[in-house]
């Protein structure tokens, strides 16, 4: 191999790198309680989001929706989710809250940097009806 072809190769692979990351390839986080709830909506099947929180990593949050919880979580490079029912079986830890699906595929989900109380606020709030409008013709 002569040094000619090892540069191309280096600028190729260079080159590759950053058209990766110029289309956000591998780029699954969860920036914004907005975004949690639209892939929420998105990915379950009438689900209608009305409130979230999301691990401070962006690796995963809760959505609370219409009597159902939505719990996502990144998985490669998108974001999986599942629809849970209330009460969730969690565990609270030094680095965040862990909820147990009860999927062994999809496995648990670690919010990290949440406390079991902004979780059971969100379990709470699950239940409640969202403001419904109701026009009549």
Known sequence: MSWTQLGYSLAGVIALALIAR???LGESRIASVAQARETAEQMLAGFMAHDAVIGTDGGAALVA?????????RHGARIAARRLIAPLALSQGIEGVRIETGERLFGSVLLFGVTDAEVRAIEASAG??????????
């Open 22 to 24: 110029w289309l956000r």
């Open 128 to 137: 409640r009806p969202r403001d419904v409008v109701v026009t009549l013709h």
């Open 65 to 73: 929706g219409n009597g159902t919880i939505a719990v996502l979580k």
